[in-house]
């Protein structure tokens, strides 16, 4: 199981089939504050349904087949995750990757989010080498983008218009090499 140890208190542990029901929990308990950005309603819809048992042991199962990493954040006083974040869409060939970040509405504003993005950051281009790291943010989360900001993340300006049952507006929000990022966004789009 992989651990980054982001503090002597907080680590990112690699999910895996035993964490289900925590990740699970960790949405469910964070439904309403999740449904502020469109990154989570696939999630949503997933994590609460008859299938969330399924879905969740399916992201253990992308965590052992490699280019995706879901982490769980803990705390070593607590037993449960107090966060997650995951690193998706991870293109070696374009050198850019997509992060998505939830935390705990108990634990936010204690600079848990902060120090968990940057953790991956630096694992995104130190251990799979990438050059460039994206983050796409709803404009109405604003907690998201006070954090990419912190972390060193650039608004790009452009806004983007993405299908998702509905037209939702969507910032990007960039680390690196921004040129690679939108390069590689831009093939999102179109496929």
């Given at each position: 199981?992989?651990?980054?140890?982001?503090?002597?208190?907080?680590?990112?542990?690699?999910?895996?089939?035993?964490?289900?029901?925590?990740?699970?929990?960790?949405?469910?308990?964070?439904?309403?504050?999740?449904?502020?950005?469109?990154?989570?309603?696939?999630?949503?819809?997933?994590?609460?349904?008859?299938?969330?048992?399924?879905?969740?042991?399916?992201?253990?199962?992308?965590?052992?087949?490699?280019?995706?990493?879901?982490?769980?954040?803990?705390?070593?006083?607590?037993s449960?995750?107090?966060?997650?974040?995951?690193?998706?869409?991870?293109?070696?060939?374009?050198?850019?990757?997509?992060?998505?970040?939830?935390?705990?509405?108990?634990?936010?504003?204690?600079?848990?989010?902060?120090?968990?993005?940057?953790?991956?950051?630096?694992?995104?281009?130190?251990?799979?080498?990438?050059?460039?790291?994206?983050?796409?943010?709803?404009?109405?989360?604003?907690?998201?983008?006070?954090?990419?900001?912190?972390?060193?993340?650039?608004?790009?300006?452009?806004?983007?218009?993405v299908?998702?049952?509905?037209f939702?507006?969507?910032?990007?929000y960039?680390?690196?090499?921004?040129?690679?990022?939108?390069?590689?966004?831009?093939?999102?789009?179109?496929?």
């Amino acid at each position: 199981m992989e651990i980054l140890e982001i503090t002597e208190d907080l680590t990112l542990r690699l999910i895996n089939e035993e964490d289900a029901e925590n990740y699970i929990t960790l949405v469910y308990e964070n439904s309403e504050i999740l449904k502020v950005d469109y990154n989570f309603g696939f999630l949503l819809d997933k994590m609460l349904s008859d299938y969330c048992w399924a879905y969740a042991e399916g992201v253990a199962k992308l965590n052992t087949e490699g280019g995706y990493y879901n982490y769980l954040l803990y705390h070593s006083s607590l037993s449960t995750p107090i966060g997650n974040i995951s690193i998706h869409n991870v293109l070696p060939k374009h050198g850019t990757c997509q992060v998505t970040f939830l935390i705990d509405d108990d634990f936010t504003n204690k600079g848990f989010a902060t120090a968990m993005l940057q953790k991956v950051v630096s694992f995104c281009l130190d251990n799979l080498k990438l050059k460039g790291v994206y983050a796409a943010i709803s404009p109405a989360n604003k907690a998201a983008q006070k954090i990419v900001n912190k972390v060193g993340f650039k608004k790009n300006s452009q806004h983007v218009e993405v299908v998702d049952k509905s037209f939702q507006a969507v910032d990007y929000y960039v680390f690196g090499e921004q040129s690679t990022i939108l390069l590689f966004a831009s093939q999102l789009l179109e496929s």
